[in-house]
């Protein structure tokens, strides 16, 4: 990670040197008119941000660019400003001043059409995207001189969006140092606690590799292999990262000491590859040939981890310099106004194919907050990379089924999909895609998406990009038949939560006057029926909480300072606690706590990532937020099944995966609601009451009971 350091004028005018004399005066010309506002602070952002993108060897029209926006360009005029500086970089100004407008930390709230223009900003030249880039690296490297709150939002919006941004245009060196001062931001404490373990073993690291680069140097000059050999730096966000996500110790992390080897040629890497395997024993499952597979950000590399000397774990990364400069620099090194011609230009089109395709289907899309869902899932998360049967790597976002893998490859293949193979084996379309996985897609001749398949408790698709497909084609069938479908779905959701409700009610429930319009919505897919049953369960209980007597108020405790909603742990209440930064959990989700040191109780989202691999799972805990402890309500069910053995040991299964409490299961019918046992077309009737916390959990639950082959239906009965 890059020190804070104050740049001169005479630093960038060293630099200068390596440029065209044409180049040079442009930058030349953008620093006199920065040093003409007579503003410290401008001059020092111009500076700064001017060397980052010299560093990425980008061209004269963005540095320009870069060191005019936020200073020059705040203040000049549209025309003068074009006038002394061209059109060329007027257009990257206008293009960086769009992002400028976005809300990062509340994407869902803005307007459908300027984060379109947030992708056109994007995927019609991307140098717009590298100066934000290069804008935010300052402003983290200078987070000191802001605010607390301010500090916390850069950081916040840098973790989430700009550092996922770098990675996904394949600049490790904006990435990696994005992070770390993020990091460094968001959790001080584990920062220096991960810094400080790599301080105390530092010397014998370093021993290490000298002996290791000195060994290869000698064994490579024996090959007549010419290479230069280094040590990579260590990044302390992704050693932590890779610490929770494996569940190990710094000392069990292959790559917290590690060499890098360039050389000059393809055939090369593979020699030396070889080469090291012969010297040190290569650790089983841990090679990993980006050559031969890259991944989609074009990053090419062998990496290996052998057991060097002393017994102490390795990694070596080996690659030719072409490969090396693609790491470090990403799309700037492929940029084709410094490379030219149709190869270059060809390159930096596939490079860029995950923005074009994101511009392809959100024309479609109208609602800020799926556009918004679009960039959190299918941009700015993590990525997972797996291969189609022709051996090309796709990258989908982490969660990703085989239907999002058919959409990515084509609408009609996503549309015909039933089925899928992960690595030669049949998976249910709701498996979870790993990194490294061959996935083969089923088709049907005459096959067409499932309304499933937009049920977020089934978990089907992960992807905004393919729901907004399944959405689209639902929304081109014909207007009658989607009012058809949409009152058949409405129908059926009343029937089977129980409830009495007419057409019309339904629909001023869901905020819709017109019950016409509302049923086509719903045929079309553009409303969830998940949604309107949410809303049936919801009012169900507000009906019930009136009808019921007022209970007398509890004497007013003092006030504390804890959080709102109120948590409880084992019954006890108001334990010590803080919501965490990571998931920002509101009260009434599905949470764990994590027990800190001295902090009290940190409350996760049962689903955010950093509990899920958490190192040390025994300091998680049940806990209550937002209810209290018990606050639970008996739901009664009726499952209509197939009569086999082992029924209500499967259904028990569904419901304990879930996190449900079975009260109570018979087979016989009450109060006339079922004939009870057995139907006589041999279908098992079972009658289940379950303690439910919540109409999403309820729903979900009812789905995938649905979802078992044997089971006809299910349906909730009035209480």
């Known amino acids: 990670m890059a020190d804070r350091q104050q740049l001169t004028v005479s630093d960038l005018h060293a630099r200068l040197r390596e440029r065209g004399d044409e180049e040079r005066a442009a930058i030349e010309q953008a620093l006199e008119d920065t040093e003409a506002l007579h ?236 080469l090291v395997h012969g010297l040190w024993s290569p650790i089983p499952g841990e090679f990993d040939d980006y050559i031969a597979k890259p991944k989609s950000n074009f990053y090419r590399s062998l990496h290996t981890a052998v057991v060097g000397p002393g017994g102490r774990n390795l990694e070596v990364q080996i690659r030719t310099r072409e490969m090396h400069e693609q790491s470090e620099y990403g799309i700037a090194a492929h940029w084709r106004y410094k490379e030219g011609g149709k190869s270059a230009s060809r390159r930096f089109d596939e490079k860029i194919n995950w923005l074009r395709q994101l511009m392809e289907w959100q024309k479609e899309v109208t609602d800020p907050a799926d556009l918004a869902e679009s960039l959190k899932t299918d941009v700015f998360s993590e990525q997972v990379y797996v291969f189609t049967p022709t051996g090309e790597v796709l990258d989908l976002p982490q969660g990703a089924t085989p239907i999002d893998f058919a959409y990515r490859i084509h609408t009609q293949v996503g549309h015909r999909c039933r089925g899928a193979k992960v690595d030669g084996q049949i998976v249910p379309l709701d498996h979870e895609l790993h990194t490294g996985e061959r996935v083969e897609i089923i088709t049907a001749k005459n096959g067409k998406p499932s309304r499933d398949w937009l049920n977020p408790h089934l978990r089907y698709v992960k992807s905004t990009s393919a729901r907004a497909k399944i959405r689209s084609y639902f929304r081109e069938q014909a207007r009658d038949t989607s009012i058809a479908q949409g009152r058949e779905m409405v129908e059926r959701e009343v029937k089977r939560l129980g409830m009495d409700a007419t057409l019309d009610s339904v629909a001023l429930l869901c905020g819709h006057e017109d019950t016409t319009d509302f049923l086509a919505k719903l045929g079309f897919g553009d409303l969830s029926i998940q949604g309107v049953a949410g809303k049936l369960l919801e009012a169900e209980r507000e009906r019930k909480k009136a009808e019921s007597p007022p209970v007398p108020p509890k004497p007013a405790r003092p006030p504390r300072d804890r959080v709102r909603g109120g948590v409880s742990v084992g019954g006890v209440d108001d334990v010590m606690s803080s919501p965490a930064n990571c998931c920002h959990p509101v009260p009434g989700d599905d949470v764990l706590g994590y027990i800190t040191r001295g902090r ?113 239906s299910v349906r909730r009965l009035a209480g």
């Open 39 to 274: 503003s410290p602070a401008a001059l020092e952002r111009a500076l700064d941000v001017a060397m980052l993108l010299l560093d990425l060897r980008l061209d004269a029209a963005t540095v320009v660019a870069g060191m005019l926006h936020g200073g020059v360009a705040a203040t000049a005029e549209p025309g003068p400003l074009e006038e002394r500086h061209g059109s060329e970089v007027r257009g990257l100004l206008e293009g960086v001043g769009r992002l400028d407008t976005i809300e990062w930390d509340h994407l869902e709230r803005e307007a459908s059409e300027n984060l379109r223009k947030m992708f056109l900003a994007m995927a019609s030249d991307v140098r717009v995207v590298l100066i934000a880039l290069a804008g935010r690296v300052h402003d983290m490297r200078w987070l000191d001189d802001r605010t607390p709150k301010e500090r916390h939002t850069l950081a916040r919006e840098t973790m989430d969006v700009f550092a996922p941004l770098a990675n996904r245009l394949g600049i490790w060196q904006v990435k990696w140092e994005l992070e770390d001062l993020a990091f460094r931001e968001l959790e001080p404490q584990t920062y220096r606690e991960v810094g400080k373990l790599l301080a105390e073993k530092r010397a014998a690291r370093r021993a290490m590799i000298d002996e290791v680069m000195r060994v290869l140097e000698d064994e490579l000059a024996k090959a007549d292999i010419p290479a230069d050999i280094m040590g990579r730096p260590k990044h302390i966000y992704s050693i932590y990262k890779k610490m929770r996500r494996k569940g190990l110790t710094i000392d069990e992390i292959y790559d917290v000491s590690a060499v890098r080897v360039l050389v000059e040629e393809l055939g090369q890497c593979y020699a030396v590859l070889g």
């Open 600 to 712: 009290g109780v940190v409350i996760h989202r049962r689903d955010c990532p950093n509990v899920r691999n958490h190192p040390e799972p025994e300091r998680l805990i049940e806990l209550d937020w937002g209810h209290k402890l018990g606050d639970v309500y008996p739901v009664e069910l009726q499952v209509v099944a197939q009569d086999r053995a082992g029924l209500l040991r499967d259904i028990a299964d569904v419901v304990s995966r879930e996190g449900v409490n079975m009260r109570s299961a018979t087979t016989g019918g009450s109060g006339g609601r079922s004939s009870g046992g057995s139907s006589s077309d041999g279908a098992a009737v079972l009658h289940t009451t379950l303690d439910i916390r919540s109409t999403e959990q309820l729903l979900r639950v009812m789905s995938r009971l649905e979802q078992l082959p044997y089971v006809r």
